[in-house]
Structure formats: C-alpha cells, structure tokens
C-alpha cells in the first residue's frame, strides 16, 4: 500500500501555501515591534539541513516509484493526484510517470471534477505537447469550469492557435460564462492583447492614504524572477540609507504555471490587503514570518479597506482603489475574479525547498510553490539554521515602513512587459516617473 511509504514530515511537506489547518497548532501571529526585533540566528528548520533533505527526498522518491509500480485499477486511479504533486515539486521521474497520466487522460470524462482537475493540473504543468491529442478530444466532455479552463490553457501552451477554437466553444457549452470568474479570465486571456496603461499611474496611487504598500512586479509567464518594492505610509518608495531602492527578488510562479484564478495557479495580478504576520505551520514556507495578504472576497470589505465599510463586495469597489487609468484594464482584475472563484491564503513568504530541484530554470534560485509570493532563503547545511532571509528582510522592511503596529496596508502585483528577470534599473525608472 502507499501509506507504508509516507512519512509524517512527507504528509506535512505536501500542504497548500495554507498556514492554518484544524490538524495544526496554532501559529505565532507578531505585530510589527515584534517582527522588527526578529533576527535570522532567531530561526532554524531541521528539515532544511542537508541530513533533514536528504531523508526527506528519499522518502519522496520511494513514494514516488511506489505509486508508479502500482497495477492498473482503482488503487492506482487514487494513487495519481498525489504522485503527480510531487513529481512536479521535485522534479523526479518525471518521464517515468508520463505513460500514467497519458492513459488517464482519456477516461478523465466520466471522472469526478476534482480528479479532472488534478490530472489536468498535471498535464499543464509537465506534459502539455505530450497531452495535446487527447485533450483535444476532451475538452468537449468536460461540463465543469474549472477543469475545463485547466485543459483550455493546457492546449494553448501546447499550440496557441487553439485559442481560436477555444473563444468559440465556451459560449457554446458554457452559455452562462460570463457569470463564471474562472471562464471569464480565460476568455479575456484569449482576446486581442490590450495596451497597458502606464505603470507610472499605477505606482503612484494612493490605494488607502496612510497605509504601506508592496509593490511585486512581474514578468509575464513568471518564468523570470521578479522583484518586491515597498512604499511607505507617506506614499514614498523606500530607499536605504545611500539613497537605493529598496527592490528584493520574489517570485510568483506557481509550479503548476497556470493562471491566477486557477486552484495553485500563480499569483494573480491586482490588488491584495495585508492583515498581519504570521508564522506558518506548513513547512515548505517554514518558520520565518509572512506577510498574510488577502485577495477580495477572502476578506470582508471592511477588512480589505480597514476600516468600516459598509458595503457588498463589488466591482465598483474594487476600482475604487486603483487610479482611473486602471480601472478598465482587464489584466489588474485578476485578483478580483480569484477572489470570486475562492482562491484564497496567497502569502507573502520565504522557503525551506531546496532550490537544486529548480537548478536550470529561468527563476534559479526561485522555489515555486502554489500561488504564494515567495523570496529565498539561506539555510545552514549542518544545522538547519536560517543564516540569511530576503522574506524577512522584506517583511521587516514593510514594518517601519507603515509605522503601524497591526501591519496593515496593502499589496499591489503587476506585470511588467518584456523577458527575463525585473531589474533594479527598471524599478528604479518606474519610480521616478511616478514622482515617488
């Protein structure tokens, strides 16, 4: 059976970006005097030694070959979301299980929508030419929203010229999109490319008077690192004490790659509020602090705007924090349409993952996770110990910045046109000409 082969730490190390579960002791939340007087030497994480790893793949790669080995029939059938899980985290026997989700694929019709959606998951992030034909038979079959857009974008990686065929079969078997925020996003996906508004606008708005704010930008794709940015509560992007801006690497890419209203899709692009700091009882974003952001609809109103709105979440909301010259851009929306399709606990936060399962990426030393905005940390090999963390410096960085002790402001994720990873110099040209 597959449970022989799962160790406790294993079952943990496979948990969503979600700090908190009812299996779970509860996490440390800091205020921001709190978060300020941390240090790195405050923080270690056996698991992130070179011992603690080593056990850990190990275990990984037997379950792994475990499930794999498995005979065709129903042990098998459940037995495949959680292998493809964790050859797409490690990176392992990734040829090795193609030939399983290869088979599957055709009999994902008459499957329920949670296995259609993990396979497909599996699909996009690791077999998309391989999966082709047999999507191309499916798509049709399935009547849920959510794998449905999962096989769509999966066929568009594979060949974008199937994004013609796709505008025209979601009306068609889904006359009702438009209600839908998963079918809604990829619709727009597929429509003519739009021209950005200035980024200068958009760095430049107020969003709340008196409340900090990150700013994470992003290429498009998310193959490229990107950086973070922090404005503080007088609407100033933060510099050091030379006068340099403050701009640390963080990536936003989900290993699955898909897009933000997806379930472990990438960081949305919009707007976020940010509730606190908190340690987390997942272990692959580990011990250090993270800045709990909140996309529309995971917080109420009130929450989102801190303070005592008294109205229903809307559109018209939303915009109400953007500048006008955003506000009909379809591309900072995202956050508000993965908000209405539930996605929710995108955290801003650092790493335990080896980043040697990602060695040759575009994003090295980026660990992409599920959705989570994550920067990269330095553990000691020996010990386990944290040595060096971009998350705490950053979420430290956020704390004075706000002069507010409950932390909170907001997080703004946007996409900078172009290729390869954002640089300080382009930062710092976006910055001068919004006049921060």
Known sequence: MIARFLLPLLALALAACAPLTPQKPAEKRYTATELLALRPADFSWPASSTDGERALRDGVLADIRARIALPPGPERDAALPRLFDLVAQYNLEIDAARPLLLEALPTLGRRDPDTQRALLTAAHAL??????????????????????????????AARPSHAVAIGGLVPRQFPQWRDDPRLLAL????????????????????????????????RPGRNDMGLVLVRDADGRFVRDTAGQLFASPQLALARTGLPGTITNGNTPQGLFTIVGAGTATNPNIGPTPYL??????????AEFQHGDAATEWSEAFYDSFLPPSWQGAASIKEAWLAGRAGRDELLVHGT?????????SRYFPGTPQQGCMISSEDWDPASGRLVAS?????????AAAGRRDDLAGYLMVVELPGEGAVTPAEALALVVAAGR
């Open 127 to 156: 077999y998309a030419a391989d999966a082709e034909p047999a999507l191309l038979t499916l798509l049709p079959e399935l009547q849920t929203s959510k794998p449905f857009a999962i096989a769509a974008y999966t066929l568009i």
């Open 187 to 218: 619709m727009d996906a597929i429509a003519p490319v739009r021209q950005q508004p200035p980024l200068s606008d958009l760095l430049a708005a107020p969003l709340r008077p008196g409340y900090p704010a990150l700013y994470s930008l992003q």
């Open 292 to 301: 709990h952001s909140k996309l529309p609809f995971e917080a109420t109103p």
């Open 352 to 360: 335990t993952l080896n980043p040697a399962y990602f060695a040759g």
């Open 390 to 398: 971009r998350q705490l410096t950053l979420a430290q960085t956020y």
